[in-house]
């Protein structure tokens, strides 16, 4: 098993629309939790930090369930600037390490 | 966002040449380090840790005579590929751990460099 899982997708939606991801690990020592965006070909660029109570980022709302060690995120109203692949990261151990799902592809369409 | 650069972002070199990529956290100060490689279509895989001022950790897999590590300071880190050949061609990104204490607790965040392209002929 992964440590940490990810649907590929791709998933296509049109403009205004609310798509939601979903994140599975496997280290229930797991401490730390993020959603990172990677465009083609550039580097992933942090996203959220994901906190226990789940937190909300204006059009973006993290989620994190412990007893399920599951995590997900959901966006309101995308926009076209939001197509990218969208990655869920997790602490590896002390030494603050991460560890990369594979990613799920989002395009939206005008 | 904290900002951390990498130089070049891209090389093309010979076989057998060595290359060094740097990279710098410009507004923070890093006592971690962090790099990746990532191959086209595939997820970012960690190839070492570079704590300042002590050796690098080396993932499993991972040659540390072959890949060099040295994180002199606070701000900058350097990996060498050394005697590199064609199935070293990747997209290699560093990242600076930058750790802060907020109400939720400790936050310890990666931020990445915007990658180094090698391609070697």
């Known amino acids: 098993r992964k440590e940490v899982e990810q649907d590929p997708g791709p998933f296509n939606v049109p403009e205004g629309a609310t798509v939601a991801f979903n994140c599975t690990y496997s280290n229930s020592a797991s401490q730390s939790f993020f959603w990172y965006r990677q465009d083609c070909r550039k580097e992933p660029k942090l996203l959220m930090s994901v906190y226990s109570s789940g937190n909300e980022d204006g059009r973006f709302t993290a989620q994190l369930n412990r007893a399920s060690q599951y995590i997900s995120l959901l966006i309101r109203d995308s926009k076209l600037s939001d197509s990218a692949t969208y990655l869920c990261?997790?602490?590896?151990?002390?030494?603050?390490?991460?560890?990369f799902g594979s990613g799920t592809q989002l395009t939206v369409l005008p | 966002g904290a900002v951390v650069s990498q130089h070049p972002s891209w090389v093309i070199c010979k076989s057998g040449t060595s290359v060094k990529i740097e990279c710098r956290s410009l507004?923070?100060?890093?006592?971690?380090m962090f790099w990746y490689r990532q191959f086209p279509k595939q997820s970012l895989m960690l190839m070492a840790t570079?704590?300042?001022?002590?050796?690098?950790?080396?993932e499993q897999g991972v040659e540390k005579d072959k890949f060099l590590i040295n994180h002199a300071s606070l701000t900058l880190s350097t990996l060498t590929v050394t005697s590199a050949h064609p199935e070293d061609s990747s997209f290699y990104i560093c990242s600076a751990r930058r750790d802060r204490v907020q109400a939720v607790g400790e936050l310890y965040e990666q931020y990445f460099g915007p990658g180094t392209r090698l391609t070697v002929t």
């Open positions: 990261v997790v602490n590896r151990n002390s030494a603050r390490q991460l560890t």
């Open positions: 507004d923070f100060q890093a006592t971690t």
């Open positions: 570079s704590n300042e001022g002590s050796k690098a950790t080396y």
